[in-house]
């Protein structure tokens, strides 16, 4: 007999979001997903989609690390658990015996606010303050490679993962699935950190030097 595979959607339903809206398909699978007025954005990705899972668990253990810092998509739940044990829906907390579990999801807070992703930059000096520190802070906290430019052949070629808030103009990164982590590797970690700055300076750049956002 064929068992019925259980979809995304409907895990997440069980996991108490039964309300969800797709985002543009990235590498990995995301919702914005509705409680009443509030808005946050969840992912989720099996063990199986080996990419995936690495990605979502890679930006969930960073935004663990990072989630008081202001400039942030702050995390509001991570979860690893396994089919086997649905009907209980073991909520890990955060430590897991990684064998057993088929899933990880996480939930991080949704920022109204547009992409920053033509070539437009950011222009307003406090916005470019804060953000400076938040990668400053991120670096300090053993986190590093923001991956904020998406590059071909070494040349930038635009702007991406990176959201202004539509209130208070403040830049926020929202997916650190690519990130390197200093305990994992320095050699990584400190080659994130230059490639970070160059970035930053990049986005920053881009503003002033293309204000029609024509090119980085
Ligand atoms: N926390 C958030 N608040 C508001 N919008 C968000 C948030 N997270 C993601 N988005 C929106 O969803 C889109 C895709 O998000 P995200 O980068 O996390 O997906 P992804 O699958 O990792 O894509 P990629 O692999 O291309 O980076 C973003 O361009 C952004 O518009
Ligand atoms: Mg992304």
Redesign the pocket.
């Known amino acids: 007999m064929d068992r019925h595979k259980v979809s995304k959607e409907e895990l997440l339903a069980k996991l108490g979001f039964p309300v969800l809206e797709p985002?543009?398909?990235?590498?990995?699978e995301?919702y914005i997903a509705y409680k009443g007025d509030s808005r946050s954005?969840v992912k989720i990705a099996e063990k199986s989609e080996e990419a995936k899972y690495r990605n979502i668990k890679n930006d969930a253990d960073a935004l663990m690390l990072v989630s008081d810092i202001s400039g942030i998509?702050r995390i509001l739940r991570y979860e690893m658990f396994s089919l086997s044990n649905a009907s209980k829906w073991i909520n890990l907390h955060f430590h897991t015996n990684l064998a057993t579990q088929d899933y990880v999801m996480f939930e991080?807070?949704?920022?109204p606010g547009t992409?920053i992703?033509g070539f437009h930059g950011i222009k307003d000096f406090e916005a470019i303050e804060s953000f400076r520190r938040c990668i400053l802070k991120l670096h300090e906290r053993g986190i590093s490679g923001l991956d904020m430019i998406e590059w071909h052949n070494d040349r930038p070629d635009h702007i991406?993962?990176l959201?202004q808030h539509q209130e208070t103009g403040q830049p926020y990164l929202?997916?650190l699935?690519r990130c390197y982590l200093l305990e994992q590797s320095f050699k990584a970690y400190n080659q994130g950190i230059r490639k970070d700055w160059r970035e930053f300076d990049l986005i920053v750049d881009s503003a002033y030097r293309r204000p029609n956002g024509i090119n980085l």
């Open positions: 985002l543009p398909k990235g590498m990995t995301s954005v998509a991080r807070e949704y920022i992409d992703a991406y993962n959201i929202f997916d699935g």
